[in-house]
């Protein structure tokens, strides 16, 4: 058996003193690999050194075009590893290498943008009264630390990193033990660009042991997570205790709606996309769809037809061929099953193609479905009867699968209605070819990320979270997430000169006369 992973703490690898985590293929369920995971102890350890770290200013207090420099050459380090990463990616994920090879190499973008950023950003000088000269430096936290969730490993643990290390903040990183194998790759990567020994730690481990710990560990000034609406708010309710800053990105039930003006193939392929990346398991997968009954059959017959295509083009998911991999493992397999069937036992829903784990043997190249966790592409459209798909708990939760619902509006404010009955509100889609409704509709949506007529574009620059609670809090991406890994620090000088000093600042002297107050 190949020798397991090892932690990443202060420059080196390191031994964990907690059970070693199984890594499973989600295509095969095959153990093909172990990964050490950290103790309490180690916990506490790896904070005492990120702190350390951060003490010593040899990142936090470096200067910001070094900084800039060193992520500039992760980048490029980065992009010379991307074979090797884009594999482990698809073995540790099981997502489709078509799938990983488009989004691996985007990654580098994050790191150029928050070396850019650095460059760029200007210090306000503030209007205040009196002859001040009052400045605004944005100044790191201290040991700040990132749990990351198993769909987008890579993706999402960069998206955290990039602005963390650009303000200097020394980093823990938490992956998720089903997937924590690329994250441990990018400790020599930042470490051969520059990072210093103790400012980028990655420990993997389970939530309720290692994350627990690093979360109320009293020197972490920062918590930012990418998970789920429960787990959100238990760490949450955690690092509340300490007063730690937070931020989450939590769960999705994006709508996405289809007027009668758009082109509906188009409209498709979007939905595709939207609904069946990653096998559906994303935070903003389009997983209700709501059509104008004026092209509700045309949309819902060529849906069909995209759908029944993809799930054809299905197999083992090195295979370029491939378009969709299976899930992550049995439990959100069967978590998957058990929604759908509940939505079509009590008849709610029906089926239009797909609704079952696949089986047998693939068409494209032999792989064998009954090994791994693969769940056919799948649409179910409101009961035409009953008209209650809404009250199913598949409307409600995020099912974190490849299966949509598709119901049909008569007017603008129905469709509106729709979009916006759910307690998430992460993103949403818009496929219209009216502007002015483009526009109205847009700003009615209650969603944190509006796509117009595409869906799922995420650049460095473009916020990134939700409008209401369940979605969580802050955003990822831009200016925004540089920020919240900073604190202000405001520095007033006076310059005024001696005697206009004396004469004014005087408080408490024994002469009459005007004196300053703030």
């Not at 995420?458 to 609670?469: A, L, M, R, T, V």
């Not at 520095?491 to 004014?504: F, K, M, R």
Request: proline fraction near 5%; glycine fraction near 10%; include cysteine.
């Amino acid at each position: 058996m190949a020798l397991p992973y090892l932690m990443w703490v202060a420059g080196e690898e390191r031994k964990g003193r907690a059970e070693l985590i199984p890594v499973e293929d989600p295509a095969t369920g095959e153990i093909f690999a172990h990964c050490h995971a950290a103790s309490e102890e180690d916990v506490q350890d790896t904070v005492a050194l990120a702190q350390a770290a951060f003490k010593s200013g040899l990142w936090s207090r470096e200067s910001r075009h070094r900084r800039a420099d060193v992520l500039d050459k992760a980048a490029t380090l980065l992009e010379a590893e991307l074979p090797q990463l884009i594999a482990l990616e698809v073995r540790q994920t099981g997502r489709a290498v078509r799938e990983m090879k488009a989004q691996v190499p985007s990654l580098v973008r994050w790191l150029k943008y928050y070396a850019a950023l650095l460059r760029v950003e200007e210090r306000p000088l503030l209007p205040t009264t009196g002859k001040l000269h009052n400045f605004v430096d944005r100044v790191p936290l201290g040991v700040v630390v990132q749990i990351t969730p198993f769909n987008h490993p890579l993706l999402i643990a960069v998206k955290k990193i990039a602005p963390a290390l650009a303000a200097g903040n020394s980093v823990i990183v938490k992956p998720s033990e089903l997937t924590p194998l690329t994250t441990l790759k990018l400790g020599e990567i930042l470490k051969a660009a520059g990072v210093p020994d103790g400012v980028f730690n990655v420990l993997p481990g389970y939530g309720a042991l290692t994350g627990k710990a690093l979360v109320q560990h009293p020197l972490v000034r920062k918590v930012d997570v990418t998970g789920g609406t429960e787990a959100g708010r238990a760490i949450g309710a955690i690092a509340g205790g300490n007063l730690a800053r937070y931020t989450a990105e939590l769960g999705g039930k994006a709508p996405l709606i289809v007027f009668a003006n758009a082109d509906l193939h188009l409209a498709v392929n979007g939905i595709a996309f939207g609904s069946f990346i990653a096998s559906g398991q994303t935070c903003i997968a389009s997983t209700r769809i709501i059509v104008d009954n004026k092209v509700y059959g045309a949309l819902v017959a060529l849906l069909k037809t995209k759908t029944e295509f993809i799930a054809s083009r299905m197999g083992a998911p090195e295979n370029p061929d491939s378009m969709m991999g299976p899930l992550i493992s049995a439990r959100q397999l069967g978590n998957v099953e058990a929604l759908v069937d509940e939505a079509v036992s009590t008849g709610w829903a029906s089926v239009v193609t797909g609704g079952k784990r696949m089986t047998g043997t693939s068409d494209l190249d032999g792989t064998d479905f009954s090994k791994g966790y693969f769940y056919e592409p799948t649409v179910l459209v409101d009961n035409p009867i009953h008209k209650r798909v809404r009250e199913t708990t598949l409307w409600r939760k995020e099912a974190f699968g490849p299966v949509i619902v598709v119901v049909g509006f008569d007017t603008e404010d129905e469709a509106v209605e729709l979009a916006n009955d759910s307690e998430f509100g992460l993103g949403a889609g818009i496929w219209t070819q009216d502007l002015s409704q483009a526009f109205r509709v847009s700003e009615r949506i209650d969603a944190g990320i509006t796509w117009v007529n595409t869906h799922h574009r995420n650049d460095p620059s473009s916020p990134w979270g939700g409008s209401k609670s369940s979605s969580g809090l802050g955003v990822e991406n831009g200016v925004e997430a540089y920020q919240a890994y900073t604190t202000a620090k405001s520095t007033i000088i006076n310059y005024a000169s001696t005697e206009e000093a004396l004469a004014t600042d005087d408080w408490f002297r024994d002469t009459p006369g005007t004196v300053r107050y703030g």
